[in-house]
């Protein structure tokens, strides 16, 4: 929640000091000398698209509590971090001409922790119930249809999906670590 508390403050910044949002935000160009755009991208959001905001933040607020719970507070802000920041990078490297912001890639990677970790976890969309990972693959393939038919839409699809990688990857890890732990328990 404090994450979630985080983001809604940079975007009311981001509305009442309209540079702020230039000087935080991942690019191609400004890497180098605006390096913590690799982390401040994560907690940006476009001014002009509070939709875009919304859903990260109610994913987050649905998913986060679930996964930190799994693998605490410690590793969740460690995995939503390295997700944000892989995420954000391998946008600006596959499409160096545009800037990057926004938690989608961080999200994703929760998204994909959740996936590995709760696969019977049934989620509601349009009521719908569907289990995580139905509705995982329904995301990356909805992500993977822009980029294969090369149609611009302006978001970030490579950052969803190298987020939703690291994410399975991490879900893998903790799955295998959790095993590892119990194990040691039952002797």
């Known amino acids: 929640y404090i994450v979630i508390g985080i983001t809604v403050i940079v975007y009311v910044f981001q509305l009442i000091f309209?540079?702020?949002?230039?000087?935080?935000?991942?690019s191609a160009q400004t890497l180098l000398s605006h390096p913590w755009g690799l982390v401040t991208n994560i907690f940006l959001h476009d001014p002009r698209n509070i939709f875009h905001?919304?859903?990260?933040?109610?994913?987050?607020?649905?998913?986060?509590?679930l996964l930190e719970r799994r693998i605490g507070s410690k590793s969740f802000l460690a995995l939503y971090l390295s997700s944000g920041i892989l995420?954000?990078?391998?946008?600006?490297?596959?499409?160096?001409?545009?800037p990057v912001v926004g938690a989608s890639g961080a999200i994703?990677?929760?998204?994909g922790a959740l996936t590995v970790m709760m696969p019977d976890l049934v989620v509601i969309l349009y009521f719908v119930p569907l289990?995580?990972?139905y509705l995982t693959?329904?995301?990356?393939?909805?992500?993977?249809?822009?980029?294969?038919?090369?149609?611009?839409?302006?978001?970030?699809?490579?950052?969803?999906?190298?987020g939703l990688a690291i994410g399975l990857a991490a879900g893998f890890w903790y799955r295998q670590k959790s095993k590892v732990r119990n194990a040691r328990w039952q002797v």
């Open 53 to 65: 905001l919304f859903l990260n933040m109610l994913a987050l607020f649905f998913f986060g509590p």
């Open 87 to 98: 995420a954000g990078l391998a946008q600006v490297i596959v499409f160096p001409a545009l």
């Open 18 to 26: 309209p540079g702020l949002t230039g000087f935080l935000q991942l």
């Open 108 to 111: 994703f990677g929760v998204l």
């Open 131 to 133: 289990k995580i990972v």
């Open 137 to 162: 693959l329904l995301f990356a393939l909805l992500d993977l249809f822009p980029m294969l038919t090369g149609t611009p839409d302006g978001i970030a699809h490579v950052a969803h999906l190298v």
